[in-house]
């Protein structure tokens, strides 16, 4: 197995971060050393971030012209062998969904750090937003598989882009740390352990690099390793080469991509229960928004209340089994969201329950006071 | 339960207030403590309404924005105007700049103003670490983050030149705060 | 063995290019170039964008290759060569690739000087979509969406390219293979931003809709518009006409003229 144990790049302590900078932080632990980005609030930090550290971790780090040419740069960096990743908000989220089409049909590792803000379009540039969670995995054309990640905490910003680099690596795909402004510019205590788990791109000498192995995921070599690479996102065969008529290859392929991700979702997917076991109504929350509904879930439960939380870190692949079974087990599920129920729409198509979202897309988080508010009609 | 301290600074941008805010959070770190720390300006960067909260405990944080505060940190009177309603309880305490702010009585609420800026200025030539001073008066009186917590943040988080110069705004503001007691 | 273009072509591809393409006679051209530096074409990396052009070197040379999205080669390439300044890169896509959806990565890449070398391949059409206008087809000529012939200025793409800061520009054509070949190596040989566009007429989808019926029509059309730069000093504008002048408009430090 490709996995290492590695030293952090921090020395070990505590520290107090933005998410924006744990999220470059987590990435230098994690072994990135491109980035190629463009500046937007409100995830301009990380870039700065990264500006100044690559010069003593030696990293590449470039300023591209658009949110275009900073994917693609960060695409062409990985295929030469780089961990590499970009991080940008809603309007240069939007230009780089070409990229993360093709990096999901190249099976190129990559790492996008999407710091939602206020949409639509340039909407509210330092308010928070969470609209961008469906734009993640329907984005681009043609059905692709991604993982994309929902982190609470600055913690889990350092955490969640370390993850974000394994997860990418191990399943060669592109990783998407969908985290909102919120977390991106909230301030915390970020405790940086002494070792970390690494995953690095598993590498076999003339194998089949678009091929798939037991699991479906192929090694990857680099350039310059003297593979003769074809690298191509039309249709291609397990050596790469372009195969634009044939239904069988274009069968083959979609469908190994997809089940990569779908057959060893147990694996990837991530959440955590809060109080869920005997609760008649369940809150299904992910992001900020899971830190005011934990927050109102315990004062309910401290009043005796039978309410629970599931909280989604990871948000594709969807969590349906998991869906499934909290739908059997609760009376209602109540879903918090700061968009106009991209979630919520999710958890319906994977579950009879009584589903109940609560919508709030002015800019601002969703507090704790408005939550209890909500639970306690439901209860 | 472990102890859990909310701190709103406010003034005007340009007056170091974010700066501030994240200088007690890390002081709150160097004790051993959980912080969340937030801010938010407003339109432009100078001279509007500014704010920063931040929480100190002993436990891991929840829900991570200022929710009541217990400490209210005032170097304008706009801001005052605009948050103290939020204050008015016991124990809780409003610190404040007494060259820009004048207060409304308030019963049971302590109040304490301090010449921070008059002495930046005076002192110091440089108005623009009253925040600094405000903070060391802040940790004498109201003992949220240690002495040292304090100055060794500070020298995490502002540049090297202006080194020497916060730590002296630091060590005023402690004695500020001493003399009040 | 180095010096033999066979070696270098990737074994058992069927070609997908046209009857008499020129862009046939490309692939050996860029090839001929690399055999005669003697470089290991393992140490190269070909970078392509989408279009008939962006086939030249996908799959055709046996070498690393990237065909990557429509205008974009140029930026993919940018991080290639960044992360591994060893891999010694190669651009090669058509010029509405390069001159319209990528034309901003072409102009920045050329100001930031990036140690690329990109071969513009120029059939002054979309020749893959049916050849539609493109940023250099020339005025008054036909193509499926000018159908009463162009009315927009083309682009000087040496002069936009030059004028944006690259180190080596040039301009050949395909009927000028040895000039030709030897820009194309003095591009490999440049460390900075290199540019070569390369005359590769299509016959299909500009000779057909400008009565140029055959590719040697096409080709023989095209080799009567090209002139040196030094034939064309001191000729006047009207002797100009609608000439295509050939040659290097920045070498090294020269300023483009
Ligand atoms: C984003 C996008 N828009 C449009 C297309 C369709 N398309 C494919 S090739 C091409 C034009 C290619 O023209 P050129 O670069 O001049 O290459 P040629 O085929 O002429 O060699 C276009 C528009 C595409 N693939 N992607
Ligand atoms: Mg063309």
């Known amino acids: ?379 | 339960m472990g102890e859990i301290k909310q701190i709103r600074l406010c003034g005007l941008g340009g007056q170091g207030i974010v700066l501030g805010g994240t200088i007690l959070g890390h002081a709150g770190i160097n004790d051993g403590k959980w912080v969340a720390g937030s801010s938010s300006y407003g339109a432009e960067a100078r001279g509007s309404a500014c704010r920063s909260e931040v929480i100190i405990s002993d436990e891991p944080i929840i829900f991570p924005h200022v929710t009541r505060p217990d400490i209210l940190i005032a170097m304008s009177q706009e801001a005052y105007d605009k948050y103290i309603k939020d204050m008015g309880r016991d124990e809780e305490t409003v610190i404040y700049d007494e060259q820009m702010v004048c207060t409304k009585e308030i019963s049971g609420l302590r109040q304490l103003g301090f010449p921070a800026g008059n002495v930046a200025t005076k002192e110091l030539e440089n108005k623009l670490v009253a925040n600094v001073v405000i903070l060391g008066i802040v940790a004498e009186v109201t003992r949220i983050v240690s002495q040292d917590a304090l100055l060794s943040a500070i020298e995490k988080n502002v540049p090297e030149r202006f080194k020497a110069l916060n730590l002296r705004a630091a060590e005023l503001g402690l004695a500020l705060g001493r003399a009040k007691k | 063995m180095a010096g033999d273009v066979e070696e270098y072509l990737r074994p058992g591809v069927k070609t997908p290019f046209c009857p008499g393409c020129a862009d046939r006679i490309l692939v050996r051209l860029i090839l001929r170039a690399i055999a005669e530096l003697k470089i290991d074409i393992d140490k190269m990396l070909f970078v392509s964008g989408i279009g008939c052009a962006a086939w030249i070197p996908s799959p055709h040379f046996n070498a690393d290759t990237l065909h990557t999205l429509h205008g974009r080669a140029i930026a993919f390439a940018t991080g290639a060569k960044l992360f591994n300044p060893e891999l010694i890169t190669m651009v090669v896509s058509g010029d509405g690739d390069l001159a319209a959806i990528g034309g901003n990565h072409l102009i920045h890449a050329a100001r930031r000087n990036t140690d690329l070398t990109v071969i513009c391949v120029n059939n002054m059409v979309y020749g893959m979509t049916g050849g539609q206008v493109s940023p250099a087809t020339p005025m008054g000529i036909f193509t499926s969406t000018t159908v009463e012939g162009n009315r927009e200025r083309p682009f000087d793409l040496c002069k936009l390219v030059a004028a944006a800061g690259a180190e080596y520009v040039a301009r050949y054509s395909v009927g000028q293979p040895s000039p030709l070949v030897s820009s194309i190596k003095k591009g490999i040989e440049t460390s900075g931003f290199s540019f070569i566009e390369v005359i590769s007429p299509c016959h299909i989808q500009f000779g057909r809709r400008n009565r140029l019926d055959t590719a040697a029509e096409t080709l023989k059309f095209f080799a009567g518009k090209c002139l040196m730069k030094d034939e064309a000093e001191g000729l006047s504008p009207e002797e100009l006409g609608d000439k295509i002048i050939t040659g290097e408009f920045s070498n090294g430090r020269d300023q483009a003229d």
């Open chain 1, 1 to 379: 197995m490709a996995w290492k144990e590695v030293r952090s790049a921090l020395p070990p302590g505590n520290y107090y971060y933005s998410g924006n900078e744990a999220a470059a932080e987590g990435a230098i632990a994690a072994g990135c050393r491109y980035y190629g980005g463009y500046p937007i609030t409100p995830s301009s930090e990380i870039m700065e971030w990264i500006a100044v550290r690559f010069r003593e971790v030696g990293g590449v780090f470039i300023q591209m012209e658009d949110e275009i040419a900073s994917l693609s740069s960060v695409i062409g960096a990985s295929w030469a062998g780089a961990k590499a990743m970009t991080a940008t908000s809603g309007p240069g989220f939007s230009l780089m969904q070409e990229g993360i089409g093709y990096a999901a049909m190249t099976e190129t590792p990559i790492v996008i750090v999407d710091i939602q803000r206020a949409g639509p379009a340039t909407g509210q540039a330092t308010r928070v937003g969470g609209g961008d969670i469906m734009q993640a995995k329907w984005g681009s054309q043609g059905d692709y598989p991604v993982i994309a990640i929902s982190p609470w905490s600055v913690q889990e910003m350092y955490d969640q882009t370390i993850n974000a680099f394994n997860l990418a690596e191990r399943y060669r795909v592109p990783v998407i740390l969908l985290a909102e402004q919120a977390v991106g510019h909230l301030r915390e205590r970020m405790d940086v352990r002494e070792k970390i788990a690494i995953f690095n791109r598993r590498k076999e000498k003339g194998a089949a690099p678009f091929g798939g192995g037991d699991d479906g995921v192929p090694p990857m070599p680099a350039f310059g390793e003297g593979e003769k690479l074809l690298v191509t996102g039309s249709s291609h065969d397990d050596y790469g080469l372009r195969k634009v008529a044939d239904p069988l290859v274009q069968a083959r392929l979609t469908a190994r991509l997809h089940n990569k991700i779908v057959n060893n979702r147990e694996e990837i997917i991530e959440y955590e229960d809060y109080y869920a076991e005997d609760a008649d109504v369940i809150v299904i929350a992910y992001g900020f928004t899971a830190r005011s509904s934990l927050f109102a879930v315990e004062r309910l439960r401290r009043e005796g209340k039978k309410v629970g939380m599931i909280k989604l870190k990871t948000i594709w692949p969807f969590a349906d089994t998991l869906t499934r079974d909290v739908g059997s087990r609760a009376k209602k599920i109540f879903v918090p969201e700061m968009n106009r129920g991209q979630i919520a729409g999710e958890i319906m198509k994977y579950t009879c329950c009584d589903i109940i979202p609560y919508n709030q897309t002015d800019g601002e988080i969703i507090h704790p006071t408005t939550i209890m508010g909500e639970l306690r009609r439901l209860l």
